[in-house]
């Protein structure tokens, strides 16, 4: 698996896992770097009425929350194959939500923007995921990242993302039960196919680092 910045790997971490490692070996591998988690607060009842049936939405004090996450991807790559340049580093933007199925949390995405086409069709295929193409810039300005998305694939509703973003804080991790872990600490996703069958896809990654942040959006449809 991926060495991280401090000479570890993902799979060094386990302990603050809320339920074990799946037995299964792991199909895919991804870092993902300059991200922005920027949140936001929405009627419960609201947010329920966009979830596909068969996934209940998780509540934080009885509210959902909404997460507009952009970021760059590198070394994406299969199990068992190496990463490819122009394959395997790439912008990409999130819309997600947060949801339960029996005992476990995840995420459920809205959309997932990409700035590689051939990465688009792969997941729209194999992950039943709502990937779309895109034109994308993640650009590091100092400490700023200047952050672009505008969304191009055919027959999608249009969505833009431009804006910036940067830390105003030391990196910390977020204290167990707290609205940051909650958010963030997240070790499965589920989509749902066009049968309304439901799909989970398990992950795991080390504890988040996150440092506060501001964030400026000139323009946001993304939603």
């Given at each position: ?33 300059d991200?922005l ?32 996450v ?29 949801v ?11 959309s ?50 431009r ?10 991790q ?28 398990e992950?795991?990654?080390?504890p ?15 939603a």
């Amino acid at each position: 698996n991926t060495v991280m910045t401090d000479g570890t790997r993902p799979f060094d971490y386990t302990d603050h896992r809320p339920w074990p490692l799946p037995a299964r070996s792991w199909v895919m591998a991804q870092v993902w770097h300059d991200l922005l988690f920027a949140h936001w607060p929405i009627p419960a009842g609201e947010m329920a009425a966009l979830l596909p049936p068969g996934l209940a939405l998780d509540t934080w004090e009885g509210e959902a929350w909404l997460a507009v996450v952009p970021f760059r991807m590198r070394g994406v790559r299969p199990r068992f194959f190496p990463s490819v340049p122009w394959l395997s580093s790439f912008p990409e933007l999130n819309l997600r939500t947060y949801v339960l199925v029996g005992e476990k949390p995840g995420v459920y995405f809205f959309s997932l923007d990409a700035g590689n086409p051939v990465a688009v069709a792969v997941a729209r295929t194999l992950f039943h995921l709502p990937y779309f193409r895109a034109d994308m810039e993640c650009r590091a300005e100092g400490e700023e990242i200047a952050y672009t998305s505008r969304r191009t694939h055919r027959g999608a509703a249009g969505a833009v993302l431009r804006g910036r973003y940067r830390p105003v804080g030391p990196v910390y991790q977020a204290a167990a039960g707290s609205l940051e872990a909650w958010l963030v600490e997240r070790y499965c996703l589920y989509s749902a196919d066009r049968r309304g069958r439901i799909y989970r896809g398990e992950i795991h990654h080390a504890p988040w680092p996150i440092q506060r942040a501001e964030a400026e959006f000139d323009e946001n449809s993304i939603a």
